[in-house]
């Protein structure tokens, strides 16, 4: 199967380290497009879509590959084994982060390192666990998206006003989120919301930084602190931030923290003279 | 409040206004948006934010989709939020927002927000019908696909019980001659006949059965075409016929070279069905021919008889599996027609009928003499 076509595989930028960009829910690789460009001058910077949001081949989406996180998570180790590059990091935004911890699971040595953004391993409270959510959100933001989304169906693209600056990315945005459809979206958010992988956090070995919002109510600070406890080898970096996408809003700040990390645990090796 | 003339103009607008920094903290909220949700006046402690007034589920929505969108594109329109009103209950706006950077370089969000309650209404109105006509079209799936297996569970059990009659009929046909081997008695030889034209008729059954679990499973028949000549085929069948029909008269009528391209045991099937046919429901007192002829590159094949014609209604009909001229003539569960039009197809031809009281009824396959090559 063409990987790269299929999840609409981009490439940028060249350096020793490829670093594979994997946006979270609700969202597509154009997400990326404040944060790349401060990468792509560093690293090599592969960036896609997961079946059924952006620019992927929807036709390969399959109600129940992708009814839980696995089958994203196959589709991330295709996708990383197709970007190939070593060493190989996965900058895994929200919901990403945790599709990686379980694509690592799946092949270990698949990344070298994780940098997660916003992460959260369960976003309900359950017992002593506070993830920030109750049942009952996870089906209000359901309606919301099906309210939302019916708009947004095939053949009514959404009122969006351009970017008089940008008209090419409002073009592109507009596009993005006009081609999901309410039913996947929906399944992607069941998928997302109601996951609970806080079991698997402790599987993953190699270094990870975990970005955390001072402000985030998708991941709220306790969430990424018991995150970078509970793998073996995580570091929490806060980032001055409200809401749920630093990537987006201060994307400076996530570019020098990735930099400062990645010069610090995948440091170029020394040449014997 | 204060009272700028720019803030009673604000507040004179029939849809709620508000001001917001780039994080969602209120600035400014008009009258309109303050009295939809039931307060005072906004920013209040319990509710500094843009986000704070919305559900939870709206707030996550607000965080992944309508953020980001606003944050690429500048400009959001038409989304539609479920609103926290001050007493609790939801109030359902569509919000439209675009970001302004002010003169002080102060970045903000503007907001204008339209009650949405008759709208919402409407709407989930439409969402329930259209969730419940989906679940009727699975429902009717799920029928269907139920129907479908079964039918072809139905097939595949002809096919096997067909199969597994093969060996005892076999059993029967050999002991039968055996029991009359040594016999001269002429009422036991006759007896024996009669039991193994009643096995034949049975194994040509079998295997018109095992033809149509075939064909009806999505496979076509298997048809070797080699050169053969026709009418030596059918004098072969006739004389083979003559042994199972002994009370019709058999005749054969050839024209043309009877070099063609056939399977000659699927042709010699054609034969059989449509002389069983014609014994079945055409007028036994009258000669049945069979006709072999090749003529401009065509072959016809068909078999004649006399009779009661057949209801021109019915014609569309025989060649489909199950259907059959009349009820009144025992034997046969109207497969003989259907296997006949599936060896035509496996020659490249086409059964055909003609059926009237003065003319008596021809049924026949027509196929070109030779196979057309293959696409290249």
């Not at chain 1, 952006?54 to 109600?63: F, L, Q």
């Not at chain 1, 599709?99 to 270990?108: D, E």
């Not at chain 2, 903290?25 to 704070?52: E, V, W």
């Not at chain 2, 006739?238 to 019709?248: A, V």
């Amino acid at each position: 199967m063409a990987i790269r076509a299929r999840n609409n595989m981009s490439v940028v930028g060249d350096g020793r380290i490829t670093l594979v960009l994997a946006n979270g829910f609700g969202c597509d690789q154009t997400m990326w497009s404040r944060l790349s460009p401060l990468l792509s001058e560093r690293y090599r910077i592969v960036a896609f879509d997961y079946v059924g949001s952006g620019g992927a081949d929807v036709s390969h989406y399959d109600e129940t590959r992708y009814a839980s996180l696995e089958g994203y998570a196959d589709d991330l180790v295709k996708v990383a084994e197709h970007a190939g590059g070593r060493p190989r990091v996965l900058v895994g935004h929200s919901v990403s982060a945790m599709i990686g911890l379980l694509a690592q699971k799946k092949v270990p040595g698949l990344f070298d390192a994780h940098i997660m953004i916003g992460p959260s391993p369960s976003y309900l409270n359950e017992g002593d666990y506070r993830g920030g959510f109750d049942r009952a959100d996870i089906d209000e933001l359901l309606g919301t998206l099906e309210s939302n989304y019916l708009g947004w169906s095939a053949g009514m693209a959404p009122a969006i006003m351009g970017a008089p600056d940008q008209p090419e990315l409002s073009e592109e945005l507009t596009n993005s989120f006009c081609r999901t459809d309410p039913a996947i979206a929906a399944r992607f958010a069941r998928a997302t919301f109601l996951g609970n992988n806080l079991a698997d956090l402790p599987s993953l070995q190699v270094p990870a930084l975990i970005l955390q919002s001072s402000q985030d109510i998708i991941a709220p600070l306790a969430v990424g602190e018991h995150v970078s406890r509970t793998v073996a080898n995580g570091t929490l970096r806060l980032l001055d931030n409200i809401g749920h996408c630093p990537h987006m809003s201060v994307p400076h700040a996530c570019a020098a923290e990735i930099n400062a990390y990645l010069a610090q645990t995948l440091p170029e090796p020394r040449h014997p003279t | 409040m204060t009272t700028e003339p720019a803030d009673d103009w604000c507040d004179l607008a029939p849809c709620g206004l508000m001001l917001t920094d780039s994080s969602g903290t209120i600035l400014r909220a008009n009258a309109q948006f303050c009295q939809s949700l039931g307060y005072r006046a906004l920013p209040q402690p319990g509710a500094p934010t843009f986000q704070s007034l919305l559900s939870m589920g709206g707030r996550m929505f607000h965080q992944t989709h309508w953020q980001p969108l606003l944050e690429m594109q500048s400009a959001v329109m038409e989304v539609k939020f479920d609103f926290l009103h001050a007493e609790g209950h939801r109030v359902p706006m569509v919000i439209n927002a675009r970001v302004l950077t002010l003169e002080s370089g102060q970045v903000v969000h503007s907001i204008a927000a339209f009650a949405a309650t008759d709208r919402d209404r409407y709407e989930q109105a439409l969402l329930k019908a259209k969730s419940e006509a989906e679940s009727l079209l699975r429902e009717r799936t799920d029928l269907e696909q139920q129907a479908s297996e079964r039918s072809l569970f139905a097939e595949q059990l002809i096919g096997i019980v067909s199969h597994d009659m093969r060996n005892p009929l076999t059993a029967i046909r050999m002991g039968t001659e055996m029991l009359v081997m040594k016999d001269s008695d002429p009422g036991q030889l006759k007896i024996a006949e009669r039991i193994n034209q009643s096995v034949d008729r049975a194994l040509a059954l079998i295997e018109d059965m095992l033809d149509f679990t075939l064909t009806k499973t999505g496979r076509s028949l298997d048809v070797e075409r080699v050169a053969i000549d026709l009418h030596d085929v059918a004098d072969a069948a006739i004389e083979e016929l003559r042994w199972s029909f002994p009370r019709i008269t058999l005749t054969h009528v050839s024209e043309g070279d009877g070099l063609v391209w056939g399977d000659s045991s699927r042709l010699t099937r054609v034969i059989g069905n449509l002389v069983a046919n014609a014994y079945r429901y055409g007028d036994s007192s009258h000669p049945v021919t069979v006709t072999t002829r090749v003529h401009g590159g065509r072959v016809r094949l068909d078999v004649h008889n006399m009779g009661p014609p057949i209801a021109p209604s019915l014609i569309p009909l025989l060649f489909k599996a199950m259907s059959r001229g009349s009820s009144s003539h025992g034997g046969g569960v109207g497969l003989g027609l259907y296997i006949v039009s599936q060896i035509a197809a496996a020659h490249d031809g086409t059964p055909y009928i003609t059926s009237t009281a003065e003319d008596g009824t021809r049924i026949g396959i027509e196929f070109p003499l030779k196979p057309a090559l293959p696409a290249v």
